[in-house]
């Protein structure tokens, strides 16, 4: 098994460089509503996507490992995928010993800190945050001005990005920060100053969207004006898709479509658009992929600049696991493969190729598959999600 697949990662040959660190979650950002991953809509996240456009790095194929912003943070900040009903934090297994980005850069003098304008306690985002090595939670009793209060889940995008530029200012650097954006989640309320001033669209969801895509604006405007600005490394990504009017954000595979955004000020080998096939646990590998980090450490992700890197993108829903690798999208059910697609170009999955004798290479990327089922749940049981020098004798 671990000749096919092994989540202990490993960069030789590199430099760390501490550069400061910036995730960005934000709330129901599926790749339906930007024009630039779907020209069939006007869109409503213009400034996301003129960043794409001229100063980042953004993923054709990138994919959320989960539905639930629950299942968000494991996969983002730990690369862990979803691969069980219940979700790691509430789990059985969420006292198991674990180290995420935050335990790994922590341990590299990074001050590390994750915001969030919810009240504290939703979700478990503060609990995870603490068992996955983050020094600091922010939550909705810290910010200052209570005047901002939507009335339903938390603070408003625009003050309170505005917020977190100023504390991250007051931050010792190199700091890693998360930040988890909520006006763009049902009931999708925004501030009664900007009613009227965003294309309201087709879906309940779409004006709160451009809200939200305006504050990140907002965020990099005032983000420009500090000293850690330059030296900072920022991802983007959305928690998990939400409604949707088109067919394909509705399919197995699209309904995980999220954006991933790599970006860098001054950085120019972070542009453009990549081919890559991208998930939430690539990110984490990634990140210390950027910064040069040499140690061994637990994903099962990879970095998207280590050239020899297995592609795939995993997801599971009850008994059901869909797995895209190579030039296919599996869907396998009670332990036995039942559907095959060709990807990409099979996007609305209309040509079941199981009809047909499996090929060689596809019975790889079911053996990969099983690989990965198998080490995700043989090391939740035997609690051993983390890097250790005697890994590979248990």
């Given at each position: 098994?671990?000749?096919i697949?092994s ?15 910036v ?19 006007a869109g409503?996240?213009?400034?996301l ?17 989960g ?15 979803a ?8 789990s059985?297994?969420s ?29 478990y ?6 068992m ?8 909705k ?34 700091f890693?920060?998360?930040i988890?954006?909520l ?14 001033k ?50 394909y954000?509705?399919?197995?595979q ?16 972070l542009?453009?658009?990549?081919l890559?096939?991208?998930q939430?646990?690539?990110i984490?590998?990634?990140?210390l ?6 140690k ?28 895209t ?12 493969v039942?559907n ?17 004798k ?6 790889a990327?079911?053996?990969l598959?099983n ?24």
């Amino acid at each position: 098994m671990l000749n096919i697949f092994s989540p202990i990662k490993q960069y030789y040959n590199t430099t760390f460089t501490k550069k400061n660190v910036v995730i960005l979650i934000l709330e129901s950002f599926g790749k339906e509503y930007s024009h630039l991953n779907n020209p069939n809509t006007a869109g409503f996240t213009p400034f996301l996507d003129s960043l794409c456009r001229t100063q980042a790095l953004y993923f054709r194929y990138s994919y959320a490992n989960g539905k639930r912003s629950i299942l968000a943070l494991p996969s983002i900040l730990g690369s862990s995928p979803a691969l069980m009903d219940r979700a790691y934090i509430s789990s059985a297994y969420s006292a198991n010993k674990i180290e995420g980005l935050a335990a790994i850069l922590r341990k590299e003098a990074y001050y590390t800190s994750f915001m969030h304008g919810g009240a504290n306690g939703t979700m478990y985002f503060d609990k995870y945050c603490y068992m996955s090595g983050f020094e600091k939670y922010y939550g909705k009793d810290e910010y200052p001005n209570k005047k901002d209060y939507d009335g339903n889940w938390g603070i408003y995008d625009e003050p309170y990005l505005q917020y977190c530029v100023d504390m991250m200012s007051q931050f010792k650097q190199p700091f890693f920060n998360t930040i988890f954006t909520l006006s763009s989640h049902h009931p999708y309320s925004i501030p009664e100053k900007f009613k009227g001033k965003f294309p309201k669209g087709k879906l309940e969801i779409h004006e709160s969207i451009a809200y939200s895509d305006f504050a990140l604006q907002e965020f990099f405007e005032e983000a420009k004006k500090t000293d850690w600005y330059k030296n900072t490394l920022f991802i983007l990504t959305a928690d998990h898709t939400s409604i949707s009017s088109d067919y394909y954000y509705q399919t197995p595979q699209g309904s995980y479509a999220v954006p991933i955004v790599f970006f860098s000020p001054g950085d120019s080998l972070l542009k453009g658009e990549s081919l890559q096939l991208v998930q939430h646990i690539d990110i984490m590998p990634s990140v210390l992929g950027y910064l040069g980090y040499n140690k061994s450490f637990y994903a099962f992700g990879n970095s998207i600049f280590n050239s020899t890197r297995k592609e795939f993108v995993i997801n599971q829903v009850s008994e059901r696991y869909f797995l895209t690798h190579d030039d296919k999208y599996i869907i396998s059910f009670q332990d036995s493969v039942r559907n095959i697609y060709d990807f990409p170009t099979d996007s609305l999955l209309r040509n079941n190729l199981l009809r047909k004798k499996i090929s060689k290479a596809d019975k790889a990327s079911e053996y990969l598959l099983n690989a990965i089922i198998q080490t995700y749940n043989n090391d939740l049981i035997n609690n051993r999600t983390y890097s250790s020098s005697d890994y590979y004798k248990k």
